[in-house]
């Protein structure tokens, strides 16, 4: 069907058939005067237009999000995929923001990696050891490889869990299979597991916010609900912390006193198994840390030797190290370098150019040999509760698997909401509701 109108004649409306007529970008209401009786009825039903409120969706939000500074700001937090969905939240932020698309896209949140060049070399390797979980640290030729396996991505872009740097999909780790999920559990000591939730989150909240609270639900373990988020070194070797884990509870529970475990004073005193949260243990006390002083030092020469490659910058540099001697001079510098080399078979331990003091204490060994001790004071977690129904049946971490008691993430190092928790937060929100209600009956 084809409407001729004549634009000359502008007070003269044009025919439609049909269908209510359009004139100058409204719609004419159908004239009810030249219907008949017996259609009256239908003609006021379909006189009642619907009226669109242009002010709906002009909130202090929506304002705000017009604003440059504000949109700009808030999209440097955020990914693509995340950016997408504000934008389809109504019609006026998706205008608001369409006006300043190219920016906005420029500035999200980016991978920490993004300005690392690609390794061609290690692409393919790397990609398909990462979808392994039982491999270990990076090797010592992998370590001074600069280069990432592949273009960091966009779209979906987050921090990590557990240290909080930001990384895209393709530089996280791969989350493990679902099976896996309760292997992530430790066990808490008494204070701890019953300390208010927000005491256990960083930073910490207030001691009367419960799970209602979506900052504590973001503060606390999400790894079987949003899934697992970790960067490579802090996902690469949560499986191998696992099965360690397990097997220092295995043996626990094996070394019995029939096994010989008789006056040993094993679960006794500083002897049990220490707190899941370690030095930040509500219940953590001072202990003396003996370190062998061989073993100490031979790993700071390691890590040394690591950062700076060159001969020559080692030897500038050997005044830094833990095994320089105190004359400063030359000859005394390129001679202790010169028993350092990178293969860790020919390296010289430097522990006795370091004369013994307040920490370090010569101790006589077997064969009258003279060893060095390092004593420090150290922070550690209170030991664990242990219970006899889960040594006899051998169950690992039982009442934490089954949720009956609040534990420790082993994978992203958070908190692990027991069922009472979730009954407390399930409370105070019944009481809120019937406090609302009874105001409003009031």
């Not at 006026?92 to 990696?113: G, V």
């Not at 006899?388 to 082993?410: F, N, V, Y």
Request: neutral net charge; contains cysteine; aromatic residues 6%.
């Amino acid at each position: 069907m084809a409407v001729f109108v004549d634009f000359e004649e502008e007070d003269v409306e044009p025919p439609q058939d049909g269908q209510p007529p359009f004139w100058r970008e409204s719609v004419a209401k159908p004239d009810s005067s030249a219907r008949g009786p017996e259609n009256e009825a239908e003609g006021d039903e379909e006189g009642q237009w619907p009226k669109v409120s242009e002010d709906a969706n002009i909130t202090p939000v929506t304002k705000a999000l017009g604003c440059y500074p504000i949109i700009m700001s808030m999209a440097a937090h955020i990914d693509l995929n995340t950016l997408d969905s504000l934008s389809r939240t109504c019609r006026r932020i998706h205008a608001s923001m369409l006006e300043y698309r190219k920016p906005l896209l420029m500035s999200t949140l980016r991978c920490s990696n993004e300005a690392i060049p690609v390794d061609p070399e290690e692409t393919l390797r790397y990609r398909a050891r990462a979808g392994n979980w039982f491999y270990m640290e990076d090797s010592p030729g992998r370590s001074g490889a600069t280069g990432k396996s592949g273009q960091c991505a966009r779209d979906l872009v987050g921090e990590c869990r557990r240290c909080s740097t930001v990384v895209c999909r393709n530089c996280a780790v791969k989350p493990p299979a679902p099976n896996v999920l309760p292997d992530r559990h430790r066990r808490l000591c008494i204070a701890c597991a019953e300390a208010p939730l927000g005491n256990l989150v960083k930073p910490r909240l207030p001691r009367e916010w419960t799970l209602n609270s979506e900052d504590m639900k973001r503060a606390i373990c999400q790894c079987a609900s949003q899934g697992v988020w970790l960067c490579q070194p802090c996902g690469r070797s949560i499986r191998n912390d696992d099965l360690e884990y397990k097997r220092i509870w295995r043996w626990r529970n094996q070394y019995t006193a029939s096994l010989g475990g008789l006056g040993t004073g094993i679960g006794e005193g500083d002897r049990g198994a220490i707190c899941a949260r370690d030095s930040a243990c509500c219940a953590g006390r001072e202990c003396e840390q003996e370190t062998d002083c061989d073993a100490a030092d031979a790993r700071d020469a390691d890590n040394f030797l690591s950062g700076s490659t060159p001969l020559s910058q080692t030897s500038s540099n050997s005044s830094l190290a833990p095994w320089s001697s105190g004359s400063g001079s030359p000859s005394s510098n390129i001679g202790s370098n010169a028993g350092l080399p990178g293969d860790p078979s020919e390296r010289r331990t430097p522990s006795p150019q370091l004369k013994p003091g307040y920490e370090r204490h010569e101790i006589e060994g077997i064969g009258g040999v003279m060893k060095k001790k390092l004593l420090r004071m150290v922070k550690v977690g209170a030991c664990v509760p242990e219970w006899e129904d889960e040594r006899m049946t051998g169950k690992i971490l039982g009442r934490e698997r089954e949720g009956l008691r609040r534990s420790w993430c082993g994978w992203c190092r958070r908190a692990i909401a027991a069922q009472k928790d979730w009954d407390a937060a399930d409370r105070e929100r019944i009481t809120i509701e019937t406090a609302s209600k009874s105001k409003l009956a009031n």
